[in-house]
């Protein structure tokens, strides 16, 4: 199936040959013709799968073709994510895939003055990609209207919910128009994301790339064991000998990424830390650096690095193990996107085996442990296998 079968319009062929897609991937088979068709979905797809074409693509085929907005811009679609850095990445994808179409869309988030935004929404977009706080916030002081929308997505919604959105949620549900195309996308169908379908939508198509709480396949899952003093030695001997080009590290708290970060740079590693106590402005930069390869390593805390997407990531380093075992599976969809192999790698002192545990349970795999020759742990952990990857690693590291 060709993305021109699926029904997709000269235009936006055009911009996807152009950004080199040659065909669907498999949640864009499913999806795409069904939401041209104007139906309700719900989808589990993890980040790297291609998902934000899979609402945007068709959302510029439907509103393009909408007589209404070929004279004058009228906001149809309203797209809902969690975190600022996703409402601007997604607004991109719109951008370069509409760009052969006179539509116009803008990412409104906080952390940055509202003025601009307010200007471009008076002066008309087609599509709003927003962050639920400064949408609600634009809405009450009357900057935005929600009268003609006929789309809504809300992207990476069981994140939301995780982050406390819910009643931000109901809120922008109450304010828009109740006959509209819903879309829903979620990294798993958790019970509280089928909750919230359930309020929204009337039997929305039901889509799944992935089972539930599967990571990709491309995918290497492996620990290090090793003190917590030692941590970041680890990481500097790792990025060095293995002499990778980039890798985004997570570690737990903002100071301790800023804490890492400034060991990183000591040790002559390009390193930038990104977390909620840095502005906007900053964040947008420091990931766009990082996008560009100009910066090595990428220090974050869960929220900050919530569905970004950057291409040709080989290695996720879980500095400290997440708290909640589900955030192992958004860290890791940072790597092996698109099909492309990845490294999962998490390093575990001896006060962590719970974590482990509860992270093996919830991807009912066991995680292989490799020692590294320099920095074994000198406090109990539990027993290290030994396998010929091991053997393979310990031989890297001798070398
Ligand atoms: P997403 O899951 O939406 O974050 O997308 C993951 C990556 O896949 C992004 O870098 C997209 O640009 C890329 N992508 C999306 N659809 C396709 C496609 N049909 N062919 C090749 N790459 C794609």
């Given at each position: 199936m060709s993305f021109k079968n699926i029904g997709l319009k000269e235009p936006i062929l055009k911009a996807l040959q152009q950004k080199g897609y040659t065909e669907p991937t498999p949640i864009q088979k499913l999806a795409i013709a069904s939401i041209i068709q104007q139906k309700d979905v719900m989808a589990a797809a993890q980040t790297g799968t291609g998902k934000t074409a899979c609402f945007t693509l068709p959302i510029l085929e439907i509103l393009s073709n909408a007589q209404e907005n070929k004279n004058h811009h009228q906001l149809n679609a309203l797209i809902v994510t969690p975190t600022r850095e996703l409402a601007s990445q997604v607004q991109d994808n719109i951008k370069s895939y509409g760009k052969n179409l006179s539509l116009k869309s803008i990412a409104i988030y906080g952390g940055v003055s509202d003025v601009n935004q307010k200007q471009a929404i008076n002066n008309g977009v087609d599509i709003m990609v927003a962050t639920p706080g400064r949408l609600l916030d634009l809405y009450h002081q009357k900057?935005?209207?929600?009268?003609?929308?006929k789309i809504l997505v809300l992207d990476e919604a069981d994140q939301m919910l995780d982050m406390g959105f819910i009643n931000d949620i109901k809120k922008i549900d109450k304010y828009l128009p109740k006959k509209r195309q819903n879309l829903m996308f979620t990294a798993t169908f958790s019970d509280p994301f089928r909750s919230l379908v359930k309020q929204f939508s009337n039997d929305p198509i039901e889509i799944s790339?992935?089972?539930?709480?599967?990571?990709?396949?491309n995918i290497e899952h492996y620990c290090h064991p090793v003190d917590a003093s030692n941590k970041a030695k680890l990481l500097i001997h790792l990025i060095k000998n293995e002499k990778w080009n980039q890798a985004l590290v997570f570690t737990r708290t903002k100071h301790g990424a800023n804490r890492l970060t400034k060991k990183l740079i000591n040790a002559k590693i390009t390193a930038v830390a990104i977390h909620s106590n840095k502005t906007q402005n900053y964040r947008t930069k420091a990931l766009n650096k990082f996008k560009k390869n100009h910066i090595q390593i990428l220090v974050a805390t869960d929220v900050a690095a919530r569905g970004i997407d950057i291409k040709n990531m080989n290695q996720v380093v879980n500095f400290d193990l997440p708290s909640v075992a589900k955030d192992y599976i958004h860290r890791i969809?940072?790597?092996?996107?698109?099909?492309k192999s990845g490294k999962a790698i998490s390093f575990v002192c001896s006060d962590q085996q719970k974590l482990l545990r509860d992270i093996q349970k919830l991807l009912n795999q066991k995680l292989p442990m490799y020692t590294v020759e320099g920095f074994e742990p000198t406090s109990d952990m539990q027993p290290i296998k030994k396998s010929k990857k091991k053997k393979k690693f310990k031989k890297r590291f001798k070398k």
């Open positions: 900057a935005i209207n929600f009268s003609k929308i790339v992935a089972k539930d709480n599967e990571t990709g396949k969809g940072r790597t092996g996107r698109a099909g």
